[in-house]
C-alpha cells in the first residue's frame, strides 16, 4: 500500500521560514515525479512547484517563484519544500503528490498525480 506523508507545516509570522518534507513508501518510485499543491479556505487546490525523477526539472507558480526551492532526495524518496520570506496569503493546507510524470510540462497539472499525502497546515501571520 502506497503511504504519502507530510510534515513540517506550522505557524510562522510573515517573513519568516518553514520546511515541508514528503516521504513516499509503498511501490518503487523509479522516475516519478512529485509536486506540492495548496489549498486555501474557499479556494481551489493550487500548484505551487513540482520536480522531475532526476531533480533536473522544477516548476513553480509565480506566486512562489524566487521564494521557495523544491528538492528531493531519491535514495529516501523524499521531497522538500524550503518556503522563504512567506506571506499570509501562502496560508493553506500545503499537499504532496507523486506521480507518473516524465516532462516539466505535466508537474503543474493535479490529474497526473496518483498518489497525494493527507497534507499539512501551514498558517502565516501578519
Known amino acids: 500500500q502506497v503511504h504519502v506523508v507530510e510534515s513540517g507545516g506550522g505557524l510562522v509570522q510573515a517573513g519568516g521560514s518553514l520546511r515541508l518534507s514528503c516521504a513516499a513508501s509503498g511501490r518503487t518510485f523509479i522516475s516519478y515525479a512529485m509536486g506540492w499543491f495548496r489549498q486555501a479556505p474557499g479556494k481551489e487546490r493550487e500548484f505551487v512547484a513540482g520536480?522531475?525523477?532526476?531533480?533536473?526539472?522544477?516548476v513553480y507558480a509565480d506566486s512562489v517563484k524566487g521564494r521557495f526551492t523544491i528538492s528531493r532526495d531519491n535514495a529516501k524518496i523524499t521531497m522538500y519544500l524550503q518556503m522563504n520570506s512567506l506571506k499570509p496569503e501562502d496560508t493553506a493546507v500545503y499537499y504532496c503528490?507523486?506521480?507518473?510524470?516524465?516532462?516539466?510540462?505535466?508537474?503543474?497539472?493535479?490529474?497526473?498525480?496518483?498518489?497525494w499525502g493527507q497534507g499539512t497546515q501551514v498558517t502565516v501571520s501578519s
Open positions: 503528490a507523486v506521480g507518473a510524470i516524465s516532462e516539466s510540462d505535466g508537474l503543474s497539472l493535479a490529474y497526473k498525480y496518483a498518489y
Open positions: 520536480i522531475t525523477w532526476s531533480g533536473g526539472s522544477t
